[in-house]
């Protein structure tokens, strides 16, 4: 396209300069429109088109009202196949007064190549002057515009007369044989221009029509060969070459449509078709990364069928670019028909993604019968098993089993199905075993299989089994001294590990295997030995450096492996599994902050292994960092959020903060993907919390006669029966939930039950007893000095200043004990507690009450009075402190701004009204 735009610069330059040659020549003198005319012919025979057109324009401006160089130059635009401007000239010569005869010809000419049916509807076929055979050329065109402007019936009438015309034109062949496609008969239609073709082989309005007419006949082969033709003959048809390079796409002829495609995209490179064309093509010769380029520019352009996202995503799956993929075939994957390739790719794409939960969505819409679905499935199974997501794990191990054959599938199916706890796992490990016996990864998977599930005599007869299969080895020795050291025969552990020793493969394992023998035969000195030895040559070997830790550790003298694990991270501070090493003996020594301070380091993303998110987790809950383990496991859950462990972090953290509807609403999430009788446990907790007895019931109710004898969930089942108001049946239930563990939770769940049941002194005396065994539990202390308040008012001091030095900013208890000190006369004291819980809550009307009553007992009433003046204006839900106010305007002798006080509110306490009629006793109002 830049060449061509460069050539047209150099005519036009060359162009200008003979022009200004010219002027100097003929002394600056004024060319004539016929000399301008003259020129432009001129220029038409040497075929100097642009030129020729300079011309013509010139002569025009000379002389605007003049037809013939209109009417050449239009003719000229014609021959160039610039249709548009050919209509403009041709039409300007005809409304000048050139001859119809001479225009129409032309101008229907350009009408039908551009497409202008409604012009080409309107042209008088029959003007005055014109031949029969021009007349049956420009009717032709007409009757083609009118079909395709679907006026039928004027068609009809035109082909009626244009029959009529007496001429051996291939034309008129033309006009007869379009009765047949007006009837429909398309087969009589194309016979009658299969003739026509012989008459005149290259006419082509005899080729178009002939191969639109294959094309119905469902005759591609034929359509593509009259196209072929055609576009040879007539390269500058545009519409038609794009037609042509369409069918060859459709009839999967790739290598004649590129050429083709390429030569019109350098007419315009951002057409969607054509970028789709090319696109297909070259994703068909493997050119995924250019396929998938024009592609989306086919898109950004407006092209978005099925075609193209199915052929992008395809592409952009073979180049691993499984964001591409997955979202153009999530697009069309609604539309794909069911076990459609396209729905595999989707899913593979999605679940390189991590979106496990979309990726089961779409493979339950396939089959499992091709040869790749069996790992597909199990990529399925394994990961969303490793989010959490039990119940779509087993669906997708039902579905490989289905689709496993080969041993790799088997072996794979056999691990899925132990991991679900499904027995029926180690059937398909040995299946995988008996087909590929020479297999060392189906034959570990075995051995590992048989020893986690404790059948010890099973592996080894595989263990033996694999050993003569595969004397080189020395896996099947480790395992045989590891199987050996169960049985405590330790002698043939020693005879096994020598053998492995000479042997290749193993040579790690041979190590660890040999040090787990000297631990055995309580010969720790040589074992230290050995794995220091060992880790001499190998410094950051976690296995190593586990086992020399667990030795040392033994004899208190763990630090020198700390010693050794932090000078081995300094190294290499990315080493994670060495970091969670070193922090988990850190937590093993007793120092958490140690723990936490090097996991702080690590934010935690899906690539990072569970042992970091659980490890941290519980470091943060042991020293007590609430809002680190909130972010912790809100992060984890982003990642994992069926994980059981995240799942429980955040339950905790949610029952710790009394958001039970949160909690309850995470419950319900997870255990729509993944049974469990924990979390279903939790779940009737929290009902239980939210005071929601049925959906609690009929939990606990499904539960074993064993787990209803749990101390939590009878903790759960007192508190259901105290909702139900049956705290008769709860009290024994609540007793056995708090000696298990004696939180503020089950203390006042007891004190509860104790005061439902008239057991007002039990439920005193057992919370004074709490109280005193937990002296750090906030809540019950200040339960208890409420009930000593009305007891024994010197304790409910003792108490409320107890609490107060451990909370110095608990505003219940500032305030509290700012009225008790008021009570027994101490003001100072009392005004300056009133002081700090005003300070924590200057809105508070009954902190500012208890300041007031301070105040007025000191003498200074007009504070007091300011302070009641702040909270006038607002709502005070307490009808004492309203009448507090109330009775000290009546002291200060403020009698109408007391009626009116009293006549504005409602008083619904017996003990309100009671006051009132005292105060109107008292001072006469």
Not at 56 to 81: H, T, W
Not at 117 to 137: I, K, N
Not at 296 to 317: H, K, T
Request: proline share 3%; aromatic share 6%; charged share 25%.
């Amino acid at each position: 396209m830049n060449k061509k735009s460069s050539h047209r610069f150099v005519k036009r330059a060359s162009v200008a300069a003979m022009l200004l040659s010219s002027l100097i020549l003929t002394g600056c003198g004024e060319k004539s429109m016929e000399a301008h005319l003259e020129d432009a012919r001129a220029y038409v025979q040497k075929q100097r088109v642009d030129a020729a057109i300079v011309e013509y324009k010139s002569a025009i401006q000379l002389k605007p009202d003049v037809a013939q160089p209109r009417f050449e130059l239009g003719r000229l635009y014609l021959q160039s196949n610039n249709y548009v401007a050919a209509e403009k000239e041709l039409n300007k010569a005809l409304e000048l007064g050139y001859a119809a005869s001479e225009v129409i010809p032309l101008l229907s000419v350009a009408y039908q190549q551009s497409g202008a049916e409604t012009a080409l509807a309107g042209v008088d076929y029959r003007a005055e002057g014109m031949t029969v055979v021009e007349s049956a050329e420009v009717g032709f065109y007409k009757l083609q515009a009118l079909v395709q402007l679907e006026k039928f019936n004027d068609a009809e009438a035109l082909l009626s007369d244009l029959m009529t015309l007496d001429t051996e034109s291939v034309y008129k062949g033309l006009i007869d044989s379009y009765q047949y496609i007006l009837d429909k008969d398309y087969q009589s239609a194309l016979t009658a221009t299969e003739a026509l073709q012989e008459q005149a082989p290259q006419n082509k309005d005899v080729l178009l029509q002939l191969a639109r007419l294959y094309l119905l006949a469902g005759q591609q082969e034929q359509a593509l060969g009259v196209y072929e033709d055609y576009v040879s003959a007539f390269p500058n048809d545009l519409t038609s070459k794009f037609a042509f390079a369409a069918l060859l796409i459709e009839q999967r002829e790739l290598g004649k449509a590129e050429p083709i495609v390429d030569d019109l995209l350098t007419l315009n490179n951002t057409h969607p078709l054509l970028n789709t064309f090319k696109g297909i093509i070259e994703s068909a010769n493997g050119n995924y990364a250019q396929a998938l380029d024009y592609l989306e520019v086919a898109i950004q352009n407006g092209r978005s069928d099925q075609i193209v996202r199915l052929v992008a995503g395809f592409s952009a799956y073979q180049i691993q670019d499984f964001e591409a993929a997955q979202r153009h075939l999530a697009m069309i994957a609604s539309t794909l028909p069911d076990n459609h390739p396209g729905l595999r790719m989707l899913a593979d794409s999605m679940l390189q993604l991590g979106e496990n939960d979309e990726a089961l969505e779409v493979l339950n819409r396939v089959e499992g019968q091709a040869n790749a679905d069996a790992a597909l499935f199990s990529k399925a199974s394994y990961q969303l098993l490793k989010e959490g997501n039990v119940i779509g794990a087993q669906q997708m191990a039902e579905r490989s089993e289905t689709a496993s054959s080969s041993p790799e599938d088997l072996a794979r199916l056999g691990v899925l199905q132990l991991s679900l706890n499904d027995i029926d796992g180690l059937v398909k490990i040995e299946e995988a075993v008996q087909q590929a016996p020479e297999s060392t990864t189906t034959q570990n998977t075995l051995l590992r299989a048989y020893l986690a599930t404790g059948q010890i005599d099973k592996a080894k007869v595989a263990a033996t089994e694999w050993r003569e299969q595969s004397p080189e080895l020395a896996l099947p020795m480790v395992y045989l001294a590891n199987i050996a050291m169960e049985e405590e025969d330790y002698t043939s552990a020693e005879g096994y590990l020598a053998k492995a020793a000479t042997l290749e493969g193993a040579q790690n394992e041979v190590v660890y295997a040999r040090t787990k023998l000297l631990i055995l035969q309580e010969k720790r000195d040589q074992a230290i030995a050995q794995i220091k030895q060992f880790i001499d040559g190998q410094p950051a070997d976690v296995q190593a450096i586990t086992l020399w830790y667990a030795l040392e550790a033994s004899q208190q003298n763990g630090d020198t492996v700390i010693q050794h694990a932090t000078k081995q991270l300094n190294r290499d501070k990315d080493n994670i599994m060495l970091r969670i090493l070193l922090s988990r003996m850190y937590a093993m020594s007793g120092d958490l902050d140690k723990t936490v301070s090097l996991l702080s380091e690590v934010e935690g993303d899906e690539t990072t292994p569970m042992a970091f998110w659980n490890l941290k987790g519980q470091a943060l809950v042991a020293t007590n960092k609430v809002e680190e383990a909130k972010a912790l496991f809100e992060r984890w859950v982003e990642f994992y959020p069926q994980d059981k462990n995240a799942v429980l972090g955040m339950l905790l953290i949610f029952d710790s903060q009394k958001n039970y509807r949160q909690g309850l609403s995470m419950a319900d999430k997870v255990l729509a993907k993944r049974p469990d009788p924990q979390i279903r446990l939790l779940k009737a907790y929290f009902h239980s919390m939210l005071g929601q007895s049925q959906p609690a019931w009929s939990i606990i109710d499904n539960l074993s006669n064993e787990a209803k004898r749990l101390p939590f969930v009878r903790g759960v089942i007192a508190r259901l029966y105290v909702i139900d108001k049956r705290p008769e049946q709860a009290l024994d239930h609540a007793q056995a939930a708090y000696e298990a563990t004696p939180n503020a939770d089950n203390a006042l769940l007891m004190v509860a039950i104790l005061e439902m049941t008239d057991k007002a002194g039990e439920a005193y005396a057992f919370l004074a007893t709490h109280v005193e065994n937990k002296p750090n539990d906030i809540r019950s202390a200040m339960l208890l000095a409420e009930r000593q308040i009305n007891r024994d008012r010197k304790q409910a001091i003792g108490t409320y200043e107890t609490i107060l030095e451990k909370t110095s900013d608990n505003f219940v208890v500032l305030n509290n004990l700012a009225y008790l000190k008021f009570k027994e006369n101490e003001l100072e004291e009392a005004q300056n507690l009133a002081n700090k819980a005003i300070a924590l809550q200057p809105e508070n009307a009954d902190a500012i009450d208890t300041l007031a009553q301070v105040l007025i007992a000191k003498g200074e009433k007009q504070e007091a009075l300011s302070l009641y003046e702040e909270i006038a204006t607002r709502p005070i839900a307490n009808e004492e402190v309203y009448l507090n106010h109330v009775e000290l305007l009546l002291e200060l002798d403020k009698d109408s701004l007391a009626k009116r006080r009293l006549s504005s509110r409602e008083f619904k306490q017996k003990v309100s009204l009671v006051r009132i009629e005292s105060l109107k006793t008292t001072y006469g109002i």
